[in-house]
């Protein structure tokens, strides 16, 4: 297997020897994941939610049709803090990519989710890896839980908790997209105070459950969504090749046969799909609220990053600041719905998203979060760097794993060999730096996602294999088939064993 697990130089030098390369012009990065939002939730991508600042960056950035992660939260994270699709040889010797950063001279700060496989060593969690953090693990409610007056995970800033009533709040109620954006901008004013290019990581947890969002959101989008769920999925999916983030050839995968019933309870009415038209009115009344808080979610991230992009514009940073967005997995379906009698918005419901409107936001593609299909693994990638970057649409394939080494090339810093005198881990991925200046750089030899082995992607050039829930290989064409409607396994087995082989082959480095 080639060039995407190659070391960027022959180091020997241990970490804290390291330092960035000499006379470098290094560019602030701000890396923002966004979690369970499917490909088609962007307006940038099609969707009719209010994104105008994504938008922003999208129409003046590049935004990549091509682009994986790993399926779910926990991979996500672990592959990119790591730059490894799952745990290899020498992994307790990963150096996280803001340790990398810091020692190319960059103030580092982190905001938001730390959630990781339990592979993933302790120098990634953020108070070991940022000079600053906001942090909280895994799960946690948008707003105050009303029956403990506290968040379900405590918040941690620099590793020490923090109450609620100790954060800084400048919007009442508490409503944590808000707060985590007060913390990001106090960070880059610490950034700005040691004259310091920085490193910003940003993963807010929107728009995963629980539907929870301010009411002056939410009244934006309340009726909007009575047209249903298959006249928006029709609307987003004819968008999308009008935009062209997907081929005028592509065609809408069925909704009959993207049911989900691996977590949680089996109800019909959350994991089975349904024609619109055969619900009665006050189920639609009711799936509307449902949608409308989702897309509120989406929208105050988005009022939240334009807080980010004003700080820039203050401080006569915005064109020197590399900001990449993309989001961790596709759209979430499972049923963790607690407590029926409370409508998805308040602080006092935790609420879930149907089955039906995940899979709009995936559209046009078939599944969710967790699977390696691509409604699972593929979802919307902007790099924006005004500097730098051409505005237009990128097709290349890539992989969230590719971040990492273009950080450090954007940096002009390198890899090092060694932690401590004892191997690092290989890195996955290769520098999307040629891509964001116009040119072109080399396929990439493998593509790795799926939660899980039971859930698991390969992806080499045009071919797929893929699993749902450990069941046979399954193979696809995806220049001829994106959405993956004709599984080629039974057709073509020498493609697939050729492609199984290869991921053997990867488990060994």
Known sequence: MGTIRHRLLSLTLCLLGMSA??????????LIVADDIGFADLGSYGSEIQTPNLDKLAYGGLRFTNFY??????TTRSALHTGR?????NIENAIPFSTVMSQAGYYTAMVGKEHFRTWVPARCFAVNAFEDSFVFWKINSFFVRPETGKFEYPFRLNGVPIAPEDMDVRQEPIFKTDVMTNYALNFIDNAYDQKKPFLLYLPYHVAHYPLQARPEDIAKYRGKYKVGWDKIREQ???????LGVISAETELSPPEGNINKFRGPYRDNIYKYRPWDS?????????????????AMIDRMDQNIGRILGKLDDLDQRENTLIIFFTDNGSCPYDSNADFAIPP?????????????????DTPFRYYKQYGHEGGAHTHMIANWPSTIQPGLNHDVAHLTDIYPTMMEVASTEYPDTLQ???????????LLPLFKGEARNEPDIIISGFGDNFRMVRIGDWKIVKVNGEPWELYNLVADPTELKN??????GKLKELVEAYEDYKET
């Not at 006050?282 to 808080?293: G, N, R, S, T």
């Not at 080629?488 to 087995?493: E, K, S, V």
């Open 345 to 361: 918005g308040p602080a006092e419901g935790y609420r879930t998203l149907s089955a039906a409107w995940a899979l709009v936001g």
């Open 236 to 242: 987003r999916f004819q968008r999308q090749k009008e």
């Open 488 to 493: 080629l396994a039974n057709d073509i087995p």
């Open 421 to 431: 005198d004892a191997p690092t881990p290989i890195l996955d991925g290769e520098s």
């Open 69 to 74: 992660n790993m399926s779910k939260c926990e």
């Open 85 to 89: 699709f799952l745990e290899g040889k």
């Open 279 to 295: 619900l009665d009115e006050a189920e639609k009344d009711e799936l509307d609220l449902e949608q409308a808080v989702f897309a």
């Open 21 to 30: 390369l000499e006379g470098a012009d290094q560019p602030n990065v701000i």
